[in-house]
T-cell receptor, first 110, second 115 residues
Framework: RKEVEQDPGPFNVPEGATVAFNCTYS??????FFWYRQDCRKEPKLLMS???SGNEDGRFTAQLNRASQYISLLIRDSKLSDSATYLC???????????FGTGTSLTVIP | NAGVTQTPKFRVLKTGQSMTLLCAQD?????MYWYRQDPGMGLRLIHY???????AKGEVPDGYNVSRLKKQNFLLGLESAAPSQTSVYFC??????????????FGAGTRLSVL
């Protein structure tokens, strides 16, 4: 079983739609979680950290569900510029074990 | 404002040739990483370093060697390239390993083709 699993998509949504991605992790010792964004043929860049209480940054909301071992990313009022691949990252308590998901592809359609 | 810089950006090798990928960071980060990214596989860690003079194996280290002689540089070597090493290689660095310290900053990538 993979340490981190994401639905690869693709998710094709119209502008203005709300879309949510989940990322499940297998190790309950996981302590830190992040969402990265990767544009086509570019490097991954940090989108946001995921805090236990959930956190919001503009149109983006990240949540953690420890009981079910998943993190989620919600994008409201989707823009064309949101089209990208979204990667989740899970870091174990030891710090020297961290895992990237394979990414979820989002295309926002005019 | 350079961040993490990788050279070269593109390279084509013949099977059996060797090459070195250079990663340089100007953020005074202790930790540096080399990943490869293949379609459907996501980012896979090749080797990483927790400080100058140290290296450690990641998930897919075979066929690669690394060196961290200076804090700001992390080199990835392919001694005898194979077609299976055709991939996009990313270097990254972070302040630390645990929690928010492990926010990683990536270079722009090196696209390598081995014929």
């Amino acid at each position: 079983r993979k340490e981190v699993e994401q639905d690869p998509g693709p998710f094709n949504v119209p502008e203005g739609a709300t879309v949510a991605f989940n990322c499940t992790y297998s190790n309950s010792a996981s302590q830190s979680f992040f969402w990265y964004r990767q544009d086509c043929r570019k490097e991954p860049k940090l989108l946001m950290s995921v805090y236990s209480s959930g956190n919001e940054d503009g149109r983006f909301t990240a949540q953690l569900n420890r009981a079910s071992q998943y993190i989620s990313l919600l994008i409201r009022d989707s823009k064309l510029s949101d089209s990208a691949t979204y990667l989740c990252v899970v870091i174990m308590n030891t710090g020297n074990q961290f895992y990237f998901g394979t990414g979820t592809s989002l295309t926002v359609i005019p | 404002n350079a961040g993490v810089t990788q050279t070269p950006k593109f390279r084509v090798l013949k099977t059996g040739q060797s090459m070195t990928l250079l990663c340089a960071q100007d953020m005074n980060h202790e930790y540096m990483y080399w990943y490869r990214q293949d379609p459907g596989m996501g980012l896979r860690l090749i080797h990483y370093s927790v400080g100058e003079g140290t290296t450690a194996k990641g998930e897919v280290p075979d066929g690669y060697n690394v060196s961290r002689l200076k804090k700001q540089n992390f080199l990835l070597g392919l001694e005898s390239a194979a077609p299976s090493q055709t991939s996009v290689y990313f270097c990254a660095s972070s302040y630390g390993l645990a929690g928010a310290e492990n926010i990683q900053y990536f270079g722009a990538g090196t696209r390598l083709s081995v014929l």
